[in-house]
T-cell receptor
Framework: DTGVSQNPRHKITKRGQNVTFRCDPISEHNRLYWYRQTLGQGPEFLTY????????KSRLLSDRFSAERPKGSFSTLEIQRTEQGDSAMYLC??????????????FGPGTRLTVL | QQQVKQSPQSLIVQKGGISIINCAYE??????FPWYQQFPGKGPALLIA?????SEKKEGRFTISFNKSAKQFSLHIMDSQPGDSATYFC???????????FGEGTQLTVNP
């Protein structure tokens, strides 16, 4: 499968713990996006990268959240001192900047975070 | 200014019928309007997208109608099938490739 992959698929943690999620985009996709989706809602934008540069961050991305894409390939999203309100599905998407699917965003299956 | 409002919240259609989902937006700078389909436990998958320079786009059973003056766009699913049962999201972006602003979603059920 050459789609966007995310790990882990599920994460249960206790309030106050740190968690890290990984996203592997489609090969050669320059752009990588993180979104958060709560039950019954549409995804909300968190941040995006073009190659290794973080180009935009949402106000939703508090100081407890940090995202990296050090080599312009995979990305990690870390949440420090988790709170119950962080419980959500964290979605990663990637897009090429040239070719047939120019700028279309392809989503991964998500990581479901539950904070107890 | 960044909101996209979607209706209805849920929709039940008989097999073979037409499903219609509507979205409205405020920001006239939006320039790209995709529709996504999401099954439980899966990420959203792009169905079809349109830009405001055209009023309609059709791909197979799926059609987007776009009304720039009313700042509204809609998804029509012709000959709806039980396999179409999913949650559908409209979205908008300032340009394709920039952040997507999603609607609240419509849960579609197609009865056999």
């Amino acid at each position: 499968d050459t789609g966007v992959s995310q790990n882990p698929r599920h994460k249960i943690t206790k309030r106050g713990q740190n968690v890290t999620f990984r996203c592997d985009p489609i090969s050669e996709h320059n752009r990588l996006y993180w979104y958060r989706q709560t039950l019954g809602q549409g995804p909300e934008f968190l941040t995006y990268f073009q190659n290794e540069a973080q180009l935009e961050k949402s106000r939703l991305l508090s100081d407890r959240f940090s995202a990296e894409r050090p080599k312009g390939s995979f990305s990690t999203l870390e949440i420090q001192r988790t709170e119950q309100g962080d419980s959500a599905m964290y979605l990663c998407a990637s897009s090429p900047i040239r070719g047939y699917s120019y700028n279309e965003q392809f989503f991964g299956p998500g990581t479901r975070l539950t904070v107890l | 200014q960044q909101q996209v409002k979607q209706s209805p919240q849920s929709l039940i259609v008989q097999k073979g019928g037409i499903s219609i989902i509507n979205c409205a937006y405020e920001n006239t700078a939006f320039d790209y309007f995709p529709w996504y389909q999401q099954f439980p436990g899966k990420g959203p998958a792009l169905l079809i997208a349109i830009r405001p320079d055209v009023s309609e786009k059709k791909e197979g059973r799926f059609t987007i109608s776009f009304n720039k003056s009313a700042k509204q766009f809609s998804l029509h699913i012709m000959d709806s099938q039980p396999g179409d049962s999913a949650t559908y999201f409209c979205a908008a972006a300032l340009t394709s490739g920039s952040r997507l602003t999603f609607g609240e979603g419509t849960q579609l059920t197609v009865n056999p």
